[in-house]
């Protein structure tokens, strides 16, 4: 099978209002954290909030149902009052399975994921990423940082969950991989730079708590 490279466009030529009762978010916050220490990122706090709560709160008012994907600490999760949902596949296999999960419990028809440690979400993350996928009539929109694509900055249709299972059944686990099986377009953000910084150790914690405190 051929495979053709995602087409790229960018945000301002995409702008449509989705339609946000179709649209589930997930919180994808289902893996190991190895370079925290093992210390669940999604309870880590920033700025005195757990790094997820920001998220919540940034993807809340884009989306229709919001779920929470976690392998541990689920009653913590629970705390935040939404349902969670464990990866059904396995534990720990990385963000495709969690969005398999997602996939299989939710009743809309698009599936917005987000990860548990990019607390600067941006506002219009849902309205871009539907934009592209409409314009371009792609089976999945997929940000991009202007150097690389995020692929877990997603806009998935609910119809490629059987195609997924079978990938996820055969062994396969690189969600590049599975993205290039489909009608993929990225879309570049490129008025927050800060969009995709992610929190992978307590450095890294430390100095976005100090670019927050930062005068606007």
């Known amino acids: 099978m051929s495979i053709t490279f995602p087409e790229h466009t960018d945000a ?3 702008s449509s209002t989705p339609p946000r009762q179709d649209i589930t978010g997930v919180v994808l916050a289902g893996g190991r954290s190895r ?14 909030r757990p790094m997820i709560d920001h998220i919540i709160c940034a993807l809340g008012p884009q989306v229709g149902p919001l ?9 913590a999760y629970r705390r935040f009052g939404y349902p969670v949902i464990p990866d059904n596949m396995g534990d720990f296999y990385g963000p495709l399975a969690g969005m398999a999960s997602a996939l299989q419990v939710m009743e809309t028809a698009y599936l917005l994921t987000v990860p548990c440690d990019s607390p600067l979400l941006p ?9 592209a996928l409409q314009a371009r009539q792609a089976e999945i929109s997929v940000a991009h940082d202007g150097v690389r694509m995020q692929p877990v900055f997603a806009l998935l249709r609910r119809n490629l969950l059987p195609d997924l299972l079978t990938y996820l059944a055969a ?3 690189r969600i590049d991989t599975w993205y290039l099986r489909h009608r993929l377009v990225s879309v570049e953000l490129p008025e927050r730079a800060d969009t995709f910084f992610n929190i992978n150790t ?15």
Do not use: F, S
């Open 12 to 14: 301002q030529t995409t």
């Open 35 to 48: 370079r925290m220490g093992g210390e669940d990122k999604g309870l880590v706090r920033i700025d005195g």
């Open 67 to 75: 779920l929470i994907n976690a392998n541990r600490n689920l009653g």
């Open 123 to 131: 506002a219009n993350l849902a309205k871009t990423l539907y934009g």
């Open 171 to 173: 062994g396969g686990r």
């Open 202 to 216: 307590h450095r890294e914690r430390r100095l976005l708590e100090r670019k927050l405190m930062e005068p606007k």
